[in-house]
C-alpha cells in the first residue's frame, strides 16, 4: 500500500465534485441490456471512457465496478470512488475513503504544528 505522501499527490487540483446516478426509467430492458453488452464490448477493447458512459447510463454495477478498479490502477482514486459510490459498492468505497481519513489526519497534523510554530514565535516579539 502506498504512504500518505504518496496518495496527496494524486488529488485533483479541481477539488471533488459531487455526482449522482442518472434516471434509468427511460430505457427499456431490452435497451439497457444490448447497451450493456456494447459497454462490455468496448471496455474489453480498452475504450473505457466510452464503456463507463454506457455503464453509468444504464447504471450497470458490475460495469462501474470495472472502471473503478481501472481508475484504482491508474492512481485515479477519485474517480474510483466516484464509480464505486454509483455502482454501489459500499467496502471498495470505503476503502478509499479511510484511505482519504488518513490523509485529512496528516494534513490536520501538520497544520497544528505550524500553528504553535507560528504561535510561539509571536510570544517572543
Known amino acids: 500500500m502506498k504512504s500518505i505522501d ?3 499527490k494524486g ?3 479541481e477539488g471533488f465534485l459531487k455526482t449522482s446516478s442518472p434516471d434509468r426509467s427511460a430505457l427499456s430492458s431490452a435497451q439497457r441490456v444490448a447497451l450493456i453488452r ?3 464490448e468496448l471496455f474489453n477493447a480498452g475504450k473505457v471512457d466510452q464503456a ?10 458490475d460495469g462501474l465496478i470495472r472502471i473503478g478498479d481501472y481508475y484504482l490502477g491508474k492512481q485515479d482514486a477519485l474517480e474510483a470512488l466516484r464509480m464505486y459510490w454509483m455502482a454501489p459498492a459500499p467496502d471498495k468505497a470505503e476503502r ?7 490523509i485529512l489526519r496528516k494534513w490536520i497534523e501538520e497544520g497544528t504544528g505550524k500553528n504553535e ?9
Open 11 to 13: 488529488i485533483p487540483n
Open 38 to 40: 456494447k459497454g462490455n
Open 96 to 102: 478509499i475513503l479511510e484511505s482519504t481519513a488518513g
Open 52 to 61: 463507463k458512459r454506457v455503464f453509468i447510463a444504464t447504471g450497470y454495477g
Open 117 to 125: 510554530a507560528r504561535t510561539d514565535r509571536r510570544d517572543e516579539h
Open 6 to 8: 504518496e496518495r496527496l
